[in-house]
């Protein structure tokens, strides 16, 4: 008879801490008023904090496994999930007054945000090819729900079926790239993994091969990466703007974490293979993202174009696959959803009752209305751009000194032309708040609670301060991977 092994819990305390707050704030909102929604959206905030706090407490001086070694809780994960939890709070905030205006003021949005933020955290501690999936899986279907959460929008409807019917593909070849894996080693747990396969690259090369494609494949649909981006514009577009805003911050975070997981934990004596995939991902996602996004009217379809040319950025960090190439692609990616937090939490501002602001027109005459918040996004897309004295301007610098560091100057010289591509329409954005004159149809007003105001300009005075002192974050992502 097989002894039962009780596993230790700690580890997964804030898993446990965010599920337990989740279901309940499902339960309260049963019983809020609509007049009284505010509750549910500060029980919400509470379950962010009391998380946050739970996970520092178990904060380990070095890495712990749990569960039979399926789940791992290391400074990598600390920091991530830390990351996770300030901007999904900025998220939260940002969306109340938009969801107000159209009458989608509802518990189900906080509450799908959470599972969706729980689904991450799984993602980032997962040590088993299968706990990624299911935390993938639990993020995945968080957010088909909260793009079609507009019942009466058609185009959020379109939207969430193309992201449905394209992400159950993709799901698929990755969870089929894992089977190869599971039936060449006969296990999931990724440290076996990486010993297992080690053993198999001379007898088994064209299988390996072949899981490793599906695995790239479902890992750069997920992230947004050329060839694999068709749904990303369409999504950014059709999904309500405060949607789009957790959409286009958050789950960055969480695909970081499986690629680092999947591919350097597990995968790490196929290096040559995945990185070799990861240059013609790169190169074609920074091409492609900032040339298309050159085209764009609407602001939101122009940010998911810009939104793949970054991560051709992060792939560059990755493919170095050093300790200062992992650092920079973990460092870029965390201030890149802290500066899209910002362009689109003044987007939301934006948003009245009755009007939908989301064309690059609309932002006409900003700086006449609110020079201050005219700003903001001006630091915003300046840091996307990567002009110093912004945090974007670092990000970029430590990625490419990361290419260079490994002999690939070229590539790097790549990155560095199609940046200066993608300033283009950075600056026409700038333009069109500073010197472009609303039409007479246009009303711009700016109208939200302290409250929100105060939040959105911290978050657009950080890029400012992490770019005048970027080893303020610097350090926790160099300390994730020594």
Known sequence: MTEFIQPNLLP???????LGMA????VV??????????????????????????????????SVTSFQNTFILDQMAIVLKMSIYVIAFLVFVYSRDYLKDRDIYKGEYYVLGLFAVLGMMIMISAHSFLLIYLGLELLSLSLYAMIAFNRESAQASEAA???????????????????????????????????????????????????????????????????????????YQGAPTSVTLFIGTVPKIAGFAMAIRLLIDGLSDLQLDWSQMFVVLSVASMAIGNIVAIAQTNFKRMLAYSTIS?????????????????????FYTITYAITAAVAF????????????AENISDLSGLNDVSPWFAAMLAIAM????????????????SVINAVIQIDMVWLAIVAVLLSVIGLFYYLRLVKVMYFDKPSEEQTIQIKQPLDVKILLS?????????????????AWCVAAFI
Request: glycine fraction near 8%; charge should be negative; aromatic fraction near 10%.
């Open 345 to 356: 939490g003044v987007l939301l501002l934006l948003n009245q009752k009755g009007l939908e």
């Open 161 to 235: 079926m193309k992201y449905f019917v394209l992400g159950a593909m993709a799901s698929g070849l990755l969870l089929y790239g894992i089977s190869i894996f599971y039936g060449i080693t006969g296990t999931l747990d990724i440290s076996e993994l990486s010993t297992l396969i080690a053993a198999q690259i001379e007898t088994n090369p064209v299988a390996l091969a072949f899981a490793l494609t599906f695995i790239v494949v479902g890992l750069s649909f997920k992230l947004g990466a050329v060839p694999f981006h068709m749904w990303l514009p369409d999504v």
């Open 382 to 397: 300046f840091s996307m751009a990567g002009v110093p004295p912004t945090v974007g301007f670092y990000a970029k610098l």
């Open 310 to 330: 970054h991560v051709g950025f992060i792939l560059l960090g990755l493919l170095a696959a050093t300790e200062t190439g992992l650092a920079a692609a973990m």
């Open 458 to 474: 911290a978050n657009g005075l950080s890029l400012l301060f992490l770019g005048m002192f970027p080893s303020v974050l610097m």
């Open 23 to 26: 279901c309940l704030v499902l």
């Open 12 to 18: 997964a305390l804030p898993e446990m801490v965010l």
């Open 29 to 62: 909102d049963l019983f809020v008023s609509q007049q009284n929604r505010s509750f549910t959206l500060l029980l919400t905030l509470v379950s962010l904090v009391l998380t946050a706090l739970a996970t520092l407490y178990v904060a380990p001086a070095d």
